[in-house]
């Protein structure tokens, strides 16, 4: 069976009730030359490795992190650090305090 035909079968077996829709197609997402991306990163941060897309992992900043804090989301705030030392710290501290404070790395 070629590629072609076992696509659109697999596609037509697996399809949803409604039938397949555009929001259903994969986004095209590819890095951009230029821009710098995080591939790995703590536990909540946006990353390759996390599951993220590549614009979502687009590195804002040298060493900065966005944070939504509560648990509704009150309050945004952007933290930037002189190294990535520094932000892997502050990111460590993060993941210690979870549980005590919510808060979303964005």
């Known amino acids: 069976m070629k590629l072609n035909k076992l696509i659109?079968?697999?596609n037509k077996e697996n399809a949803p009730p409604g039938g397949w829709t555009p929001d259903d197609a994969v986004?095209?997402?590819?890095?951009?030359?230029?821009?710098?991306?995080?591939?790995?990163g703590a536990r909540g941060t946006r990353c390759i490795a996390n599951?993220?897309?590549?614009?979502?992992?687009?590195v804002q900043g040298e060493h900065a992190v966005t944070i939504d804090w509560g648990q509704e989301?009150?309050?945004?705030?952007?933290y930037t650090f002189a190294s990535q030392q520094e932000l892997?710290?502050?990111m460590k501290g993060i993941e210690e305090a979870d549980g005590w404070q919510r808060y979303e790395v964005v």
Do not use: M
Request: hydrophobic share 30%; aromatic share 8%; proline share 3%.
């Open 8 to 10: 659109k079968k697999i």
């Open 88 to 90: 892997d710290a502050f």
């Open 73 to 78: 989301k009150q309050e945004r705030k952007t």
């Open 27 to 40: 986004k095209k997402d590819k890095p951009v030359a230029g821009k710098v991306y995080a591939l790995t």
């Open 51 to 58: 599951g993220n897309s590549w614009a979502e992992s687009e």
